[in-house]
């Protein structure tokens, strides 16, 4: 399966899941997306497969800027603003968690916070980073704690 297929396979599950399509706050879930996630960094997009090529757990992890996570983290601007406004850097100070997806029938195998951990090895960043979210689920926040208690540091929350 090459990148694009494995793309839209990824996207049509996560906008049945998340419906961006129709919330003009969310980071939309569709080609301009991807390409922006690309100018950032390879990495943002980290997959797990089962035995036949099908992605079964995903996440999104987006580099950007420290000003706009704390004017996120402050409903200052939306999460699609965030896309908007990150420009590209060779080192970001800034990661939001933006999205992790497992398949119902792979969850409760560790593979949320394996994609996680997988996408951060390959970013550059500041020492003092600061890592960031906007759960809107139980599993995002079990997996929230995980993430933190993993990397001993706190991973800031945007509230509902």
Same mark, same amino acid.
């Given at each position: 399966?090459?990148?694009?297929?494995?793309?839209? +396979?990824?996207? =049509?599950?996560?906008?049945? $899941? $998340?419906?961006?399509?129709?919330?003009?706050?969310?980071?939309?879930?569709? %080609?301009?997306?991807?390409? =922006?996630?690309?100018?950032?960094?390879?990495?943002?997009?980290? %997959?797990? $497969?089962?035995?036949? *090529?099908?992605?079964?757990?995903?996440?999104?992890?987006?580099?950007?800027? +420290?000003?706009?996570?704390?004017? $996120?983290?402050? &409903? &200052?601007?939306?999460?699609?603003?965030?896309?908007?406004?990150?420009?590209?850097? #060779?080192? @970001?100070?800034?990661? @939001?968690f933006a %999205?992790?997806?497992?398949?119902?029938?792979?969850? *409760? &195998?560790?593979?949320?916070?394996?994609?996680?951990?997988?996408?951060?090895?390959?970013m550059s960043?500041?020492? #003092?980073?600061?890592?960031?979210?906007?759960?809107?689920? &139980?599993?995002?926040?079990?997996?929230?704690? =995980?993430?933190?208690?993993?990397? *001993?540091?706190?991973? +800031?929350?945007?509230?509902?």
């Amino acid at each position: 399966m090459t990148r694009d297929e494995i793309l839209a +396979k990824q996207m =049509k599950i996560a906008e049945e $899941f $998340f419906g961006t399509e129709n919330d003009p706050d969310q980071m939309p879930i569709n %080609s301009e997306s991807t390409k =922006k996630l690309d100018t950032l960094c390879d990495c943002w997009l980290s %997959s797990e $497969f089962d035995e036949y *090529g099908e992605p079964i757990s995903w996440a999104i992890v987006m580099p950007t800027q +420290k000003a706009l996570a704390i004017n $996120f983290l402050n &409903k &200052k601007i939306t999460e699609r603003q965030l896309l908007e406004l990150t420009m590209p850097s #060779d080192i @970001y100070d800034a990661i @939001y968690f933006a %999205s992790v997806i497992t398949v119902p029938e792979h969850r *409760g &195998k560790g593979l949320a916070l394996k994609v996680v951990l997988k996408a951060l090895e390959k970013m550059s960043v500041t020492k #003092d980073v600061m890592y960031f979210t906007w759960p809107t689920t &139980k599993e995002g926040e079990s997996l929230l704690t =995980k993430t933190q208690l993993f990397l *001993g540091k706190e991973v +800031k929350i945007r509230s509902q």
